[in-house]
């Protein structure tokens, strides 16, 4: 295979002539520069512009997103407190109820309590009365023994 030469580079064919390359340091915008500049201003103002409208509409995307959040919060929080007072007036109607079951507990408590000492009174009063009718009949059974 033949070995490949590499090919100089134009600074080196540059160099290797005796061609003096003139530079001219006085630089003048041609008209076509001066037109892009203008393209590029141009261009520059329409996506600042568009860059606002974006930012626009994400400020009001995002104020809405807020304004549904805290329509929804306040929706739930309505329905939450809703949600408490029934179980509030739930509970205070249970508690009535439970009162009231038990003043009538305590009332018939306390009949039971007056008749069963109107029952022991009476239990009472027929013992004594046997007691003493006993008493009476020993007595008129057997009339020698002496009285109490």
């Not at 590029?40 to 568009?50: G, V």
């Not at 809405?64 to 929080?77: C, R, S």
């Not at 179980?87 to 109607?93: D, E, G, H, K, W």
Request: glycine share 2%.
């Amino acid at each position: 295979m033949a070995s490949r030469h590499k090919e100089p580079t134009p600074t080196e064919v540059d160099s290797a002539s005796d061609v003096e390359v003139n530079i001219n340091f006085t630089y003048k915008p041609s008209p076509n520069i001066t037109q892009a500049m203008e393209s590029i201003d141009k261009w520059k103002s329409k996506r600042m512009d568009i860059q606002k409208g974006i930012d626009k509409d994400s400020t009001n995307k995002l104020s809405g997103i807020k304004n549904k959040i805290k329509k929804h919060y306040h929706d739930e929080t309505q329905k939450r407190t809703a949600y408490s007072q029934q179980r509030l007036q739930r509970l205070i109607a249970a508690l009535e109820k439970r009162t009231a079951i038990e003043e009538k507990i305590s009332t018939r408590i306390d009949a039971l309590r007056e008749d069963c000492a109107h029952m022991a009174m009476l239990i009472n009063a027929v013992y004594v009365g046997r007691k003493e009718a006993a008493t009476q009949s020993a007595r008129l059974a057997n009339p020698s023994q002496p009285t109490n």
